[in-house]
């Protein structure tokens, strides 16, 4: 262990997405409001002490352009004659929804995307399984088992096959992805499809035991684990029982950011 070399503290802030999120925080918290405060804030940041002060400034002005393309962040109104680092920020309507639900700023694009296609192709709720898409967590993977992939999806009824076509989830797509059976990566059309496949099996059992809930969401957030046979629907497509307890805990925590998201967009009403 002596011999082996010393592993090297590295500041979390490093990765784009950690750094996007973080500035999105501040801003929306009021904690910085202009790119001057972003620069004093964050220059006691260890980030700063590994990358130095020139490179700070640049990885701010890199971050806040994502944001700006991401629309979750704008300049202020009449701030056209300002200095450039005096100029004062403002998070939109979608930033103060991406902060309040606690979704990733990449990850808030993706989400509004499908609410929108959401509203516009409608839910079908005979087996709600493009609810069950919608609620899958954009960074959950597993392996996938391709035969039963082919099975489940070949055994969706035609309605559903066209509602999730009209959702943006393209047939084609997916068929030519089980055929090629190519490694699936985070946020995935066909891996989110796959996990939502796989939590019908869940959502199934949950529904033969007879409890009612106001809404499906308020369903997902409050079903109780121990009702579900988790060994059989594991066996099935092959994962262990604490990824699938994690999986679910997980897609519970999602399903209730997207409420919190969708509220504040105003998308539910």
């Known amino acids: 262990m002596l011999a082996h070399e010393e592993m090297r503290c590295e500041s979390a802030l490093a990765a784009p997405e950690e750094l996007a999120s973080l500035v999105l925080d501040l801003l929306s918290l009021k904690v910085a409001t202009t790119v001057a405060e972003l620069d004093a804030v964050l220059g006691a940041t260890l980030l700063v002490q590994q990358k130095g002060a020139e490179e700070m400034s ?21 701030e056209e004659q300002a200095a450039e ?38 839910v079908n709720f005979s087996s709600h399984l493009h609810l069950l898409y919608i609620v899958a967590p954009y960074d959950l993977t597993c392996a ?26 393209s047939m084609v797509r997916i068929v030519q992805q089980i055929a090629s059976r190519a490694p699936l990566h985070e946020g995935d059309t066909a891996l989110r499809l796959y996990l939502a496949l796989l939590m019908q099996h869940i959502w199934r059992q949950y529904e033969l035991s007879g409890q009612c809930f106001e809404s499906d969401t308020d369903a997902i957030i409050h079903y109780s684990p121990q009702q579900e046979p988790h060994v059989e629907v594991a066996a099935r497509f092959g994962v262990e029982r604490g990824w699938l307890q994690a999986a679910l805990q ?13 509220e504040t967009m105003g998308v539910n009403r």
Do not use: M, N
């Not at 039963?148 to 070949?154: A, P, Q, V």
């Not at 997980?250 to 969708?262: K, L, N």
């Open 58 to 78: 640049r990885l701010i002005t890199a971050t806040l352009d994502t944001l700006y393309a991401q629309q979750l962040v704008e300049r202020g109104e009449g």
């Open 85 to 122: 680092g005096e100029k004062t920020l403002a998070v939109t309507e979608e930033g103060a929804a991406a902060f309040g639900a606690s979704v990733a700023p990449a990850d808030s694009c993706v989400l509004r995307k499908d609410l929108l296609s959401t509203l516009k192709s409608g």
């Open 144 to 169: 996938i088992d391709w035969d039963l992939y082919y099975k489940e999806f070949s055994s969706l009824p035609d309605s559903e096959k066209a509602l999730l076509e009209r959702a943006g989830i």
């Open 250 to 262: 997980q897609t519970v925590s999602h399903a209730a950011a997207i409420a919190r998201f969708a």
